[in-house]
């Protein structure tokens, strides 16, 4: 009997178990790594580690889907993050950090650019959209259960058991894949699409390049958003509960605007819609600086949220469209290598900036950044016949 297709919503549940281990780990990591008497240096090594392997891999990740199908990868990926999560559970070591943090994140790229696959391969054009979308949105419920659920278990179990606690949450995802197995789809690629071909082929295609443009800018604002917000808030004299209340709007309005992104590009198509978010995005970074009171920064959160929200998913279902005949996996591959390299080099170069001339040159740096990112993706003007 021929098994049924798998649908988004089950795709997306086995996602969101994987990526809460994941998401929760760092949160657990860090603080666990402060009471085995880490030093700062020592935690953001550790942290890197994450980013450091995905880097190294996420192309390679790409083209395993491409070329061996998902299978594979999805099973290999769920099974390193579960093993890489109960690991410091078994050897409560902090150089058995540094080993679970290496694994997770090797392990998460091969899911991670699997699952992204699966889910834009559901469809035509249009369905990818809201199939990714939807993802997207399972991403942003990861994004809040990871921390809550690694600092519940915390205050209740202690850091070691955590770890237990997020690799058994993990191993719901292996249990997932396994069920929906037979249904994972086989990628299959013609012979002569199997031959190595450099990753610039995908760089020189117009449309891709600027994708993977504007997919770093976001990121950019993203990263740079998480790590200076904090301390901006700080120096105006606002509350922490005030900080983390302004942060939050940034992150209702992603997960807001994320239900809407269908409905937007099917009225003003995908890369207008991604153009007129950076704008938004860049124009309200202009405006941080001016702003000393909690309720006008959270209005402005919310607004940049709006922006960058858009900006991640569209950037996952541009690769996926723009990408040649067997070469998605590659393509999202690509997006996700160009982020994390900017999650390692951006904070390094912006950091530069703000420790030498303040704050103010930082968030006109950004909108300086989303502004042109806005004007790099539009596509070119076609000539019109007379």
């Known amino acids: 009997m021929k098994a049924r297709p798998v649908n988004i919503y089950q795709i997306v549940a086995v996602m969101v178990f994987c990526a809460t281990g994941l998401k929760g780990s760092r949160v657990l990591m860090a603080l666990y790594a402060l009471k085995l008497g880490a030093n700062q240096f020592e935690i953001g090594v ?23 199908g998902l299978r594979l990868p999805l099973i290999g990926g769920a099974v390193g993050v579960a093993l890489g999560l109960v690991l410091p559970f078994l050897v409560p070591r902090l150089a058995m950090l540094y080993v679970s943090a290496g694994l997770i994140g090797a392990a998460f790229i091969f899911f991670q650019v699997s699952m992204q696959h699966w889910a834009g391969a559901l469809g035509d054009a249009e369905a990818r959209t809201r199939n990714l979308s939807i993802y997207s949105l399972g991403a942003s419920t ?14 209740r179990v202690g850091h070691v058991a955590s770890y237990l606690v997020l690799a058994l949450i993990g191993s719901v995802a292996i249990a997932g894949v396994l069920c929906l197995f037979r249904r994972v789809p086989e990628v299959t690629v013609k012979t002569e699409d199997r031959k190595h071909r450099p990753t610039l082929d995908l760089v020189r295609i117009p449309a891709l390049r600027r994708t993977f443009i504007a997919s770093g800018v976001v990121m950019t604002g993203v990263n740079l958003y998480q790590f200076y917000m904090p301390i901006y808030g700080h120096s105006i004299g606002i509350s922490a509960l005030e900080i983390g209340s302004v942060m939050g709007t940034f992150a209702v309005a992603s997960f807001l605007v994320r239900s809407f992104i269908p409905p937007l590009v099917k009225r003003f198509g995908d890369e207008r819609v991604l153009t007129y978010s950076l704008y938004l995005a860049g124009v309200a970074e202009l405006v941080v600086p001016f702003v ?38 590659e393509a999202l591959g690509t997006r996700i290598l160009v982020n994390n390299a900017i999650q390692v080099s951006v904070p390094l170069a912006f950091g530069s900036i703000g420790a030498a001339l303040g704050l103010l040159p930082v968030f006109w740096a ?14 070119p003007k076609t000539p019109s016949k007379k």
């Open 46 to 68: 550790l942290i890197s580690m994450y980013a450091v392997f995905s880097l190294v891999l996420a192309l390679y990740a790409g083209r395993v889907s491409d070329r061996l």
């Open 142 to 155: 990861s994004d809040f259960m990871g921390p809550v659920v690694a600092g519940f278990a915390i205050d």
């Open 292 to 329: 000393s009171h909690a309720l006008l920064l959270a209005v402005i959160s919310f607004v940049l949220g709006l922006g960058l929200g858009v900006g991640q998913p569209l950037s996952i279902i541009l690769a996926y469209n723009r990408s040649p005949a067997g070469r998605a996996g």
């Open 366 to 379: 950004n909108a300086a950044v989303l502004l042109g990112g806005s004007y790099g993706s539009r596509a």
